[in-house]
Each structure stands twice: as structure tokens, then as C-alpha cells.
């Protein structure tokens, strides 16, 4: 095709504005990992020329001129197993996501207005099978981008094979230790660090309550025998007895306990002042019961994930009233209010307040990190979600090495004034704007 002299020069004069912009903010261009290319919007269609970039007075006729393309997400998780309760709001978040962008549109690059495809895997909750669904995606489905499976133990697993393919990994329900982080360096966590929840959070909140003598100093710690539990536990344990508290239970139990009375009852012979139990979705779900039937109500009783969840609130009601967890959320935050009062009316349920809305987050740091690099370039979206900050419902969002940092620690299901039960942020106090209740109240029947 024949070029004009007068076209020739104005994209050259454009081409040479990028550059020196760019060269002005000190960007560099991203070096493409090597992937598969998106998958265009209709099958058989025939992949559309890239066109050129429009200049800043380009016309609205211009932009609805890109062509229609298709960007895949790939998310293996626990649909089934022991997993499947706690994993139920991700996959609401992811989907809800989804839908809110391609509602709004889609996402817009350099090359096309990309539709949204969710592509839902079952992991059964078990490693091996998420490392093979994962490898399904990347090779037969050809995913452009994933959403990192539901757990600590699962996202470990599947942590090289994404490195391996150029793939980030940006998860929520999962630790990243800083091993993984020199080994993964595009493997992040929004929930923060395990030493993090253990010396800030649950050490922190005890001495606060023992300063005020509100409780003793003996301490009992179940925990579940899986890789959340284990990565918890390594860190509070030095951390209370360097506080001065006494370590009085300290043993796990396996991830498919199905009675938790016998563990209670040697727990409530040691006499602590405080119960704190690293415990996995299912499991959290038998303290409650066993603690009644045997009568024991510790001044504090802290429980792990799941605590955060509508069925803990709906199984148990009033009972939950002084229980801890991590997590939690400040009321007077309306953009996260809003959120949540959005996913309700979407799934009639309510979202967890802990991981609940840095899973949508998560799609909204995607989106971000696209738009700003203009393409499907694996590599540096990546540096961008490590690198950027971003806004999202939960506020804004930036990276400390490998994990964000910046949730509620500790958080306790206090009632409000106008009766309801709701999961306030306590640890850090600085942020808090409430006192954390102890001794625990009694349990209601």
C-alpha cells in the first residue's frame, strides 16, 4: 500500500511524542514474556490489523472503531472438598468482576476493547489436582491471566509452574514467605504476612488486654496441620513467650477433624486465659459446639478463617458476639460499604471481612495494571501489580516487597447500637476507632 508523505510524517511525529513522553517519566518498554495471543471475541475471526495509536484529539468515533477481542481468565479452585465453603466468595468476587467490567465496556489497550471470560476450574481442593488444572489452562485453554487458587497449601503448589510460564500470580487466601518471594518474584499476597497477623496482631491485642488486666498470661494454641496453620504458628510462638506469656497447649490437629470436643477438653484442663486456634473453614465451624457442650469459655477466643464468614454468623448468632479473628472492617468506610452492600444484593449473601473484598480488588488491580501498560504483556503487568498503586474498594492498594500490608490485623464481632452483629477492625489500634471486648461474653444457650 501505497504511504503518503503527509501520513508518513504525522505518525512519525506521534511515534516520537510516546517516546519522549515515556523517556520523561523514565519508563522503559517491557520486554513480552512469550504467551499465547488473546483469543479473539468471535470464533473463526480473523485477527484484526493493530491499528495506529489515536492522538490525544482523537474523536470518540475513533476509539468505538477498535476491534472486539477476548481476554482470558483461568482460576482453579476449590468448587468441591474441604476448601469449597471458604472458596464460594472469591469465585462470587471474580464473577461479579467480570460482569462489572464488561457492563462498563470492557478493558481498553493499544490494540482492542478486551471482553472479560471467566474460565472456572475445580481443584477439588487438593494440590495435585489444582497443579493439573492449571497446566489444562495454560496449555489447552491458552489463559491469559489467572486468578490464584483458594489456600495456602494450593497456591504454593501451582507458585512454580505459574513462575515457570511467565504467568503473575496475585493471590489473596495464601501466605508468601520471603523464600517464596526470591523464588517467585511476581507471587504477591493482599492478606499480608503470617509474622505480621501473629506479632502485631494476635501478640499485640493480648498484651494490650493483659497491660489492662483484663486477662492472665496463659495462652492455648490449636492449629490446624496444614500449611496455614504451620506458617502461623512458627512466628507466635516466639513472639508471645518474648512478650511474657506461657505457652500452655501448643499441638496440631489434621485438616479432616471431624470432633473438635476431645481437643477442647484437654485444652480447658490446662486453664488458659486465651484460646488461640489457626484453624481452616471447616474446622472453625466445631469449636463453637464442643466449647458449649463442655462449658468452657475462655476471656478470649480467637478463631481462624471462616470466622469471618456469613455461615459462621448464620450458624451461630449471638454466640459470635467477642470471638476474634483476623480481619475485619471500619464502618465509616462508605466505598467499602458500598461494595459490600453491592455484593449482597448480587448473591444475597454477605462477603467475608477479611479476604471477602481484596478478592474483587484483585480484578481491579488487573485492570489498572492493563490499562496502564496498553497491552497483554504478562511481564510487565506484572511488574506493574508488584510495583503500582491502585485503587480499590478496599482504598488504596501498594505492595510492600511481596504482600500489602495494610488490612486489619485483628478484628472482633461486636454489636452495634442498632443491635447487629458486625466484624470491627481492632488491631492496629492506631486505626482502630473501637475497644477490643474482654472477657468474651457467655455463650447465649
Known amino acids: 500500500m501505497r504511504v503518503s508523505r503527509r501520513r508518513f510524517l504525522v505518525a512519525a511525529a506521534t511515534l516520537s511524542a510516546s517516546a519522549l513522553l515515556a523517556s520523561c517519566r523514565g519508563e522503559t518498554s517491557p520486554t513480552p514474556a512469550p504467551q499465547p495471543t488473546p483469543t479473539p471475541a468471535t470464533a473463526g475471526q480473523a485477527p484484526a490489523a493493530t491499528p495506529t495509536p489515536p492522538s490525544p484529539a482523537a474523536t470518540p468515533t475513533v476509539v468505538e472503531t477498535l476491534p472486539k477481542k477476548k481476554l482470558r481468565f483461568g482460576y482453579a479452585v476449590a468448587l468441591s472438598g474441604p476448601l469449597a465453603a471458604g472458596a464460594v466468595g472469591p469465585v462470587n468476587s471474580a464473577k461479579m468482576w467480570v460482569d462489572d467490567v464488561n457492563a462498563a465496556g470492557g478493558i481498553r489497550l493499544q490494540d482492542g476493547v478486551y471482553e472479560v471470560e471467566l474460565l472456572l476450574a475445580d481443584d477439588q481442593s487438593n494440590p495435585e489436582e489444582c497443579i493439573r488444572q492449571v497446566q489444562r489452562l495454560i496449555t489447552q485453554e491458552k489463559v491469559d491471566f489467572f486468578f490464584a487458587p483458594y489456600g495456602t497449601g494450593l497456591n504454593h503448589a501451582v507458585a512454580p509452574l505459574l513462575h515457570q510460564n511467565g504467568y503473575p500470580q496475585p493471590a489473596v487466601a495464601t501466605w508468601v514467605t520471603e523464600e517464596d518471594a526470591r523464588r517467585f518474584p511476581y507471587y504477591v499476597s493482599y492478606l499480608g504476612r503470617p509474622e505480621q497477623y501473629a506479632e502485631e496482631g494476635i501478640v499485640g491485642l493480648l498484651k494490650y ?171 510487565a503487568v506484572a511488574e506493574e501489580i508488584k510495583n503500582g498503586t491502585f485503587d480499590t474498594v478496599v482504598g488504596p492498594i501498594t505492595l510492600t516487597g511481596n504482600a500489602f500490608l495494610g488490612n486489619w490485623l485483628v478484628g472482633q464481632w461486636q454489636r452495634l447500637p442498632d443491635g447487629t452483629l458486625e466484624f470491627l477492625g481492632i488491631m492496629p489500634r492506631e486505626r482502630s476507632r473501637v475497644e477490643p471486648i474482654a472477657p468474651k461474653p457467655q455463650w447465649k444457650s
Not at 512458627?234 to 485438616?255: C, N, S
Not at 475462655?298 to 478463617?305: E, H, I, L, R
Not at 467475608?352 to 473484598?357: E, S, V
Open 209 to 379: 488486654l493483659a497491660d489492662q488486666g483484663k486477662i492472665g498470661r496463659r495462652v492455648a494454641i490449636p492449629y490446624v496441620d496444614a500449611e496455614f496453620g504451620l506458617l502461623f504458628v512458627t512466628p507466635l510462638r516466639p513472639a508471645l513467650q518474648a512478650a511474657g506469656f506461657e505457652i500452655v497447649y501448643d499441638q496440631g490437629y489434621p485438616m479432616e477433624i471431624g470432633d473438635m470436643q476431645p481437643v477442647m477438653s484437654d485444652i480447658m484442663q490446662r486453664d488458659p486465659d486465651a484460646v488461640i486456634a489457626l484453624s481452616y473453614p471447616a474446622d472453625t465451624m466445631l469449636f463453637i459446639p464442643a466449647m458449649k457442650v463442655l462449658g468452657f469459655n475462655p476471656k478470649v477466643f480467637y478463631a481462624g478463617v471462616g470466622t469471618q464468614f456469613s455461615f459462621f454468623k448464620n450458624a451461630y448468632g449471638d454466640d459470635i458476639e467477642g470471638i476474634f479473628s483476623m480481619g475485619g472492617i471500619d464502618p465509616s468506610n462508605q466505598k467499602l460499604l458500598t461494595h459490600m452492600r453491592r455484593y449482597q444484593e448480587r448473591f444475597n449473601d454477605e462477603i467475608d471481612r477479611w479476604g471477602g473484598p481484596l478478592y474483587y480488588a484483585v480484578g481491579e488491580i488487573y485492570q489498572q495494571a492493563l490499562e496502564r501498560v496498553g497491552k497483554v504483556d504478562r511481564r
